[in-house]
């Protein structure tokens, strides 16, 4: 039986009936067709379906989509404004951070959301903020100054 929730996604309100045990990662995916945020482990532990939930990164693979009516929601989807890219976005690219692109989105989400509770983090505190999400690729020097120089406004 289905259960009908209300919730804000990147600035646009939906009403929808979901299954009980549905994630959010799935409501996203599949029903939303927003493939941005990436299924991986299904565990909490890679970070690529992170999304920003009432201003706090976590994993919406492990978020009930039930869990998530009343709540407002941003995807990386929801990054870009009419101005274009958002600047974490622009710096990931300018520095390289993105390699397969697979962490890239669960990243983002993840330093927007540090970004947006402090402004100039230190390294350490973007590296804590960026712990739960893995890369393979790029060794995490280039996401930390891509972070950092957003941060800075460079």
Same mark, same amino acid.
Request: hydrophobic share 35%; net charge negative.
């Given at each position: 039986?289905?259960?009908?929730?209300?919730?804000?996604?990147?600035?646009?309100?939906?009403?929808?009936?979901?299954?009980?045990? $549905?994630?959010?990662?799935?409501?996203?995916?599949?029903?939303?067709?927003?493939?941005?945020?990436?299924?991986?482990?299904?565990?909490? @532990?890679?970070?690529?379906?992170?999304?920003?939930?009432?201003?706090?990164?976590?994993?919406?693979?492990?978020?009930? #989509?039930?869990?998530?009516?009343?709540?407002?929601?941003?995807?990386?989807?929801?990054?870009?404004?009419? !101005?274009?890219?958002?600047?974490?976005?622009?710096?990931?690219?300018?520095?390289? #951070?993105?390699?397969?692109?697979?962490?890239? %989105?669960? $990243?983002?989400?993840?330093?927007? %959301?540090?970004?947006?509770?402090?402004?100039?983090? @230190?390294?350490? !505190?973007?590296?804590?903020?960026?712990?739960?999400?893995?890369?393979?690729?790029?060794?995490?020097?280039?996401?930390?100054?891509?972070?950092? @120089?957003? %941060?800075?406004?460079?």
């Amino acid at each position: 039986m289905k259960e009908m929730i209300c919730l804000t996604i990147n600035g646009k309100e939906y009403e929808l009936a979901v299954a009980p045990n $549905m994630t959010l990662a799935d409501l996203l995916r599949e029903e939303l067709l927003l493939t941005g945020t990436k299924k991986g482990c299904e565990l909490g @532990d890679c970070g690529t379906c992170t999304v920003i939930m009432n201003g706090k990164a976590v994993n919406s693979c492990l978020v009930l #989509a039930v869990q998530a009516s009343g709540k407002e929601i941003t995807t990386v989807e929801g990054l870009e404004t009419d !101005e274009g890219l958002h600047p974490l976005q622009e710096k990931f690219i300018e520095n390289g #951070a993105i390699q397969c692109g697979f962490c890239t %989105s669960g $990243m983002l989400l993840s330093a927007k %959301s540090l970004l947006d509770k402090n402004p100039k983090p @230190d390294e350490t !505190e973007i590296r804590t903020a960026i712990s739960g999400n893995l890369c393979r690729c790029t060794g995490y020097q280039k996401i930390v100054e891509s972070i950092k @120089d957003a %941060s800075e406004g460079r």
